[in-house]
Each structure stands twice: as structure tokens, then as C-alpha cells.
């Protein structure tokens, strides 16, 4: 099995929020969408987008697209189409309003080790933003106002989130637990392809 190791950088925060995976290249961009959402703790529930150079992939929506913005499908396109050298730098796009950037780096690795499951979570750092915080000037209010009791905004950024946070807390054991639970579902959607071999004697 041929891996790589992705870099997951969310832009524009601070403290820094940056996930390792090690994951197959022959994931679709489809399966990476999953695999970012599992290891940054995003809860899947809004618009997604992946950018190469000037190519956009996700979710093409009827109506949507126009002449200067065509959406490709991530499901059809597998990581390693898109590494022609070692090295790849995508660009993904979660929640069109919070407009959450991320920076993917990744690189080749040598052969996965065998009976190792993959996609596997290296390393963690920073928690992420709530979801529907408000973007960047959003999640720095929401910091401000979380952090400080004396703050005007206290109560009601507390009660809406729903008790505290730590934004240098990944909590690294339940974001591999999610990255694992993604490993088993893509084990048993490749064990389950047919293995193209005629059955007749």
C-alpha cells in the first residue's frame, strides 16, 4: 500500500490548530473530506470544497455552478492522480460561511507497515474552533469573551457553548478514535469491491 503523510493546517487561528495523518493515496478527495473532518473534530454539517491550482472539487450542486466556477465530483478523483511529484499542497474550504481555510500539505512515505490500519492520526494540535462561531472575527470574540468573566459577553458565550473550552486541547485519543472509525469504514469498502475475477470454471 502506497501512503503519504498529510499536514492539516487551519489558517487564521490562533492557538494554532495543525492535525498529522498518515493516510493511502488511493483515497478519493471524497474520503480525505472524511478523513479532515474526523481529525479536526468538525461535525460534517455544512459545504466543503477542495482547490488545486485553479481545479475545484466537491459536491457539484445543480444550479450552483456557472461558466467561471465548475465544480468537479471528489468522489471520482483518488489522491494519487493529483501527485505527479512526492509532494502535493492542497487547499480546502469547510463551511462557506464561517469560511474555515485549511492548508493540506502532503508528502510521500515509504510502503505502509502491514497489518496497520490507515488513515492513522500522527499528531494533534490546537482544538478547533466551534462550529457556527463566526469565522475568524467570530472565534476571537468567542476566545475574549469565554476567557474573561468580567467580559460583557461572558455568560451568554458560556451558555451557548455550553461549557468551557480550551483552545490548546485537541484531545488527541478521541480525535484518533474518530480517524479510526474512518480507517475501518474504508477497510470494509475495499474489502467489499468486487476482485474482478471471473467466477467460471
Given amino acids: 500500500m502506497e501512503i503519504a503523510r498529510a499536514t492539516i493546517t487551519l489558517l487564521d487561528v490562533a492557538p494554532r490548530v495543525r492535525r498529522i495523518v498518515d493516510l493511502p493515496i488511493a483515497v478519493t478527495l471524497a474520503d480525505l473530506h472524511a478523513i479532515i473532518q474526523a481529525a479536526m473534530a468538525w461535525t460534517n454539517s455544512h459545504m466543503h470544497e477542495f482547490r488545486v491550482g485553479k481545479t475545484i472539487y466537491g459536491t457539484p450542486v445543480a444550479g ?12 471520482k478523483i483518488q489522491l ?17 460561511g464561517d469560511d474555515w481555510q485549511h492548508q493540506i500539505d502532503i508528502k510521500r512515505l515509504p510502503d505502509a507497515a502491514d497489518g496497520e490500519p490507515y488513515p492513522r492520526l500522527i499528531e494533534a494540535e490546537g482544538r478547533c474552533p466551534p462550529e457556527d462561531v463566526g469565522g475568524f472575527p467570530g472565534y476571537k470574540h468567542f476566545l475574549e469573551a469565554m476567557n474573561d468573566p468580567q467580559h460583557p459577553d461572558h455568560a451568554d458565550i458560556r451558555d451557548w457553548h455550553a461549557g468551557p473550552f480550551d483552545p490548546t486541547d485537541p484531545d488527541q485519543p478521541a480525535l484518533a478514535k474518530n480517524v479510526a472509525k474512518i480507517a475501518a469504514r474504508l477497510g470494509r469498502k475495499k474489502a467489499a469491491k468486487p476482485s474482478g475475477r471471473s467466477t467460471r470454471s
Fill in 64 to 75: 450552483f455552478d456557472d461558466a467561471d466556477r465548475r465544480v468537479l465530483p471528489a468522489a
Fill in 80 to 96: 494519487r492522480d493529483l501527485m505527479t511529484s512526492a509532494k502535493l499542497r492542497l487547499h480546502y474550504i469547510y463551511d462557506f
